[in-house]
């Protein structure tokens, strides 16, 4: 290649970046090897000498982020995030995973257990079984607090396989919810008095909770009945009580109300140049059956398009091949996340993520009182 000189070189234009730039700071390129940039280019002053600004505003970023929703079902949604960096992405992924609180099983009081499952075993069993009610009815619960109405839910589980029949399969739905508390009692002081009090247990309800305003219409209930719990034997036997409280994911996981929340950047599949033929028919039987990313356009002569793009997984196989590079280009787009949160049933998918946001407002709030 002949040498040019410096001053004969064109003049890089002001204000806007070239090309091959601007697509390295907005794009990861997927090559048949590797990904390549992959980092985000966060110094403001990155393209100082070209007259551009790299630095974060509120202003731009409230004009450009969106958030789209694509698809919402009763325990799981997927929705667009726009214009946002991977880490606000990833911090929405960890509070829905560890800092929204759920009311799950925390204490298990065993009368009787004669069944082959150990104690410690079935309580944790227990313990995992999502609960269908909204936690931000109930209180949190300290050690020193002693269990009531509002930060306590009991379940009793009873359940016996006669001699003589056949094996029993205890499922969830056997838990019945106890709306007056706990109904085993204290170890009394003195046996042998006769005091006409009230009978002390393991829970100080004041009042019975499906007389409160929110359970009154709603019950308290397992989200899913048929969740199997233990297998009995003739003759063998379950007695217990449960105890549900408010907790957070961070704490055990079983407090954690999403059965997944996960993201992915949108993918973004370019045709380079134009894919006719025989070649066409090669490109779109290259792509998985699940995806079906390409498809004919037959219009005088058959001709590749890309029909859905969002359904890649960069599996690379419409790459990998000599030459195939060439026509097909495959990329992710660094500020256009693919949400996805899966409940487990506590509360509804869309609540989740608006209670994410105002975890995060009010750690931002936090900083915010600390720094000045």
């Known amino acids: 290649m002949a040498k040019v000189p410096i001053w004969d070189l064109p003049d890089v234009p002001k204000g806007e970046l070239p090309a091959h730039l601007e697509l390295q700071r907005t794009r990861v390129l997927c090559n048949s090897d590797a990904p390549i940039h992959t980092e985000n280019i966060l110094y403001s002053?990155?393209?100082?000498?070209?007259?551009v600004d790299n630095s974060v505003r509120v202003g731009q970023f409230q004009n450009n982020f969106k958030v789209e929703v694509i698809r919402l079902a009763e325990?799981?949604?997927?929705?667009?995030?726009?214009?946002?960096?991977?880490?606000?992405a990833n911090a929405f992924r960890r509070i829905l995973i560890a800092e929204l609180p759920t009311m799950a099983i925390e204490k298990v009081l065993i009368a009787n257990n004669t069944s082959v499952i150990q104690d410690e075993v079935l309580a944790h069993r227990l313990g995992l079984i999502p609960i269908k009610v909204d936690p931000r009815l109930f209180d949190y619960m300290s050690e020193n607090d002693v269990p009531h109405e509002k930060n306590t839910i009991v379940f009793k589980l009873h359940v016996r396989c006669e001699r003589g029949g056949q094996r029993l399969t205890v499922k969830s739905d056997e838990l019945i919810w106890l709306p007056n508390g706990s109904e085993f009692p204290l170890a009394a002081e003195n046996p042998t008095s006769n005091s006409p009090s009230k009978l002390k247990t393991y829970t100080s309800f004041r009042c019975s909770q499906d007389s409160l305003p929110e359970f009154s219409e709603n019950p308290i209930m397992l989200k899913y009945p048929d969740i199997t719990i233990a297998k009995l034997?003739?003759?063998?036997?379950?007695?217990?009580e449960a105890h549900a409280v408010?907790?957070?994911?961070?704490?055990?996981?079983?407090?954690s109300p999403v059965a997944t929340a996960w993201y992915r950047m949108l993918p973004e599949v370019v045709l380079l140049q134009d894919v006719e033929g025989e070649k066409a028919e090669e490109l779109k039987d290259k792509c998985p059956k699940p995806c079906n990313v390409f498809d004919i356009e037959d219009v005088g002569n058959k001709r590749a398009v890309v029909a859905r793009p969002r359904a890649c997984t960069l599996c690379r196989e419409?790459?990998?091949?000599?030459?195939?590079?060439?026509?097909?280009?495959?990329?992710?787009?660094?500020?256009?996340?693919?949400?996805?949160?899966?409940?487990?049933?506590?509360?509804?998918?869309?609540?989740?993520?608006?209670?994410?946001?105002?975890?995060?407002?009010?750690?931002?709030?936090?900083?915010?009182?600390?720094?000045?």
């Open 45 to 51: 002053g990155a393209y100082a000498s070209m007259g």
């Open 233 to 240: 034997g003739p003759g063998q036997e379950i007695e217990l």
């Open 246 to 255: 408010k907790g957070m994911g961070k704490t055990h996981a079983k407090w």
């Open 75 to 88: 325990d799981d949604m997927e929705f667009d995030m726009i214009g946002i960096d991977a880490a606000l």
């Open 318 to 372: 419409c790459i990998r091949g000599e030459g195939w590079d060439k026509y097909v280009a495959l990329r992710r787009v660094k500020d256009h996340f693919i949400f996805t949160i899966e409940s487990t049933g506590a509360l509804p998918p869309e609540v989740l993520f608006t209670e994410a946001v105002k975890i995060l407002e009010e750690k931002c709030e936090r900083v915010i009182t600390e720094l000045s």
